[in-house]
């Protein structure tokens, strides 16, 4: 499978902490986006890293990517319960198609 | 995303039925996507649209179809729907950017259950 792994698959945390959340690819990329889906609704886009770029902010997100070790982590700072949600990365390679992780089920308790 | 809208939103068929599930988007955005969503499975992808004439399969096109009637309408049948098709089902749109950079805008999905 393209997809590449993410982990951990599920994460519970107090309001206040920082959440890492780390994905895996396997082939090689043009960019890696990060999304957010509250339950059974559709997917939000939150930030994308370039091929060339090693981090980037927005707000309380931080992303990093590795392309030498194919990984990227996602760091939410100072966590509200507001946060809770499922998040995936999606990988985007050369035929601008995105393949998405698995996800990481966040909760975050008040 | 107000911007993208499916429908149904809910849809319950059995074994056998064609159905047809619609996305409209009000993006102006030449790319349109569908995918399906089981749990612990993330996303995959069924039939993308690069424009009104472009059609390709995705990674688990089998037992589906897709229309694309015009920019801002993609449709996807199931054509005899079975059982393991329940799931969530989601459209999303991206306008292509030459940097190569794309950002795709999901709708609200539908949800489908054979029985």
């Known amino acids: 499978s393209q997809q590449g792994e993410e982990d951990p698959q599920a994460l519970s945390i107090q309001e206040g902490e920082n959440a890492t959340m780390n994905c895996s690819y396997k082939?090689?990329?043009?960019?890696l986006q990060w999304y957010r889906q509250n339950s059974g609704r559709g997917l939000v886009h939150l930030i994308l890293?370039?091929?060339?770029?090693r981090e980037k902010h927005s707000g309380r997100l931080r992303v990093t990517l590795d392309t030498s070790k194919k990984s990227s982590s996602l760091l939410i700072t100072a966590s509200r319960a507001a946060d809770t949600a499922s998040y995936f990365c999606?990988?985007?390679?050369?035929?601008?198609?995105?393949?998405f992780g698995t996800g990481t089920l966040l909760a975050v308790q008040p | 995303d107000a911007d993208v809208t499916q429908t149904p939103r809910n849809r319950i068929t059995k074994t056998g039925k064609r159905i047809m599930l619609e996305c409209s988007q009000t993006?102006?955005?030449?790319?349109m996507y569908w995918y399906r969503q089981d749990p612990g499975l993330g996303l995959r992808l069924i039939y993308y649209?690069?424009?009104?004439?472009?059609?390709n399969k995705g990674e688990i096109s089998d037992g589906y179809s897709v229309s694309r009637q015009a920019q801002a309408k993609f449709s996807l049948s199931l054509e005899s729907a079975i059982p393991n098709q329940t799931a969530l089902y989601f459209c999303?749109?991206?306008?292509?950017?030459?940097?190569?950079?794309?950002?795709?805008?999901f709708g609200p999905g539908t949800r489908l259950l054979v029985l």
């Open positions: 999303a749109t991206s306008d292509f950017e030459t940097s190569g950079k794309e950002t795709q805008y």
């Open positions: 649209s690069f424009d009104v004439k472009d059609i």
């Open positions: 082939t090689s990329i043009n960019n």
């Open positions: 993006k102006g955005h030449d790319r």
């Open positions: 999606a990988k985007g390679g050369a035929t601008n198609k995105l393949i």
């Open positions: 890293i370039r091929s060339n770029e």
